[in-house]
C-alpha cells in the first residue's frame, strides 16, 4: 500500500505561483508513473500532469507551458510548479501514483486562485 501524502496547496491571486509536493510512502522508483490531478466543484477529476519512471512527461492542454512536474527520486517526492495562475485553476489537487495495475491516492491539497 502506498501512501501519498500533498502539500503546498493555498490562496493565490491570479497571475501567481505554487508549488505543489507529493511524499511518497516508498521509494518512487518502484512505481510506474506518477501524476496530479485536480477537481474543481461539480466538475469530474481531471488529470493535470503526468511523469513516468523514466521521466516522461504529459500535461493537459490546458496548463500546457505553466505548469511543469518533476520528480526527486532521493526524496521520494513529486512536484508540481504552477506559474500565472488563473482562477479556472481552483480545484483539490490530488497526487497520483500507479504500480503494476494499482492506482493510490493521496487525500488532496486546496488551491485557491483569486481574480
Known amino acids: 500500500q502506498v501512501q501519498l501524502v500533498e502539500s503546498g496547496g493555498g490562496l493565490v491571486q491570479a497571475g501567481g505561483s505554487l508549488r505543489l509536493s507529493c511524499a511518497a510512502s516508498?521509494?518512487?522508483?518502484?512505481?510506474?508513473?506518477m501524476g496530479w490531478y485536480r477537481q474543481a466543484p461539480g466538475k469530474q477529476r481531471e488529470l493535470v500532469a503526468a511523469i513516468t519512471g523514466i521521466g516522461n512527461t504529459n500535461y493537459a492542454d490546458s496548463v500546457k507551458g505553466r505548469f511543469t512536474i518533476s520528480r526527486d527520486n532521493a526524496k521520494n517526492t513529486v512536484y508540481l510548479e504552477m506559474n500565472s495562475l488563473k482562477p479556472e485553476d481552483t480545484a483539490v489537487y490530488y497526487c497520483?501514483?500507479?504500480?503494476?495495475?494499482?492506482?493510490?491516492w493521496g487525500k488532496g491539497t486546496l488551491v485557491t486562485v483569486s481574480s
Open positions: 497520483h501514483a500507479y504500480r503494476l495495475g494499482m492506482g493510490y
Open positions: 516508498e521509494s518512487i522508483f518502484t512505481l510506474n508513473a
